[in-house]
């Protein structure tokens, strides 16, 4: 079974940054795609940003290009999600996943990640 653990967020007013770390329990980080998404309430789980297995290649949801950077350090089994500029629509509970299979491409959506952190509130004051 693999453990996700969301830490970093917090209150931070409009153009600060923040820097979510995801640390997994397990082996099986280092061979699986990661994900970021958020949500706030009424609202469905929302995709941010994917990175694959290796480091190699990464996605971003529109909204945050050029604001967030994802990465990952598979030796310490912790993903990463760098966040300037934020803005009060930035406003959620963060989470991370780890990918399905083995070495197979990050995905965008929900249903390519098996396994969900408990995760982090992130609110961007005015």
């Known amino acids: 079974q693999v453990r996700l653990v969301e830490s970093g967020g917090g209150l931070v007013q409009a153009g600060g940054s923040l820097r979510l770390s995801c640390v997994a329990s397990g082996r099986t980080f280092s061979s699986r795609s990661m994900g970021w998404f958020r949500q706030t309430p009424g609202k469905e789980r929302e995709f941010v940003a994917a990175?694959?297995?290796?480091?190699?290649?990464?996605y971003y949801a529109d909204s945050v290009k050029g604001r967030f950077t994802i990465s990952r350090d598979n030796a310490k089994n912790t993903g990463f999600l760098q966040m300037n500029s934020l803005e009060p629509e930035d406003t959620a509970v963060y989470y991370c996943a780890i990918g399905a299979r083995p070495y197979s491409p990050a995905g965008s959506t929900s249903n390519a990640y098996d396994y969900w952190g408990q995760g982090t509130q992130v609110t961007v004051s005015t």
């Open positions: 990175i694959n297995w290796s480091g190699a290649t990464t």
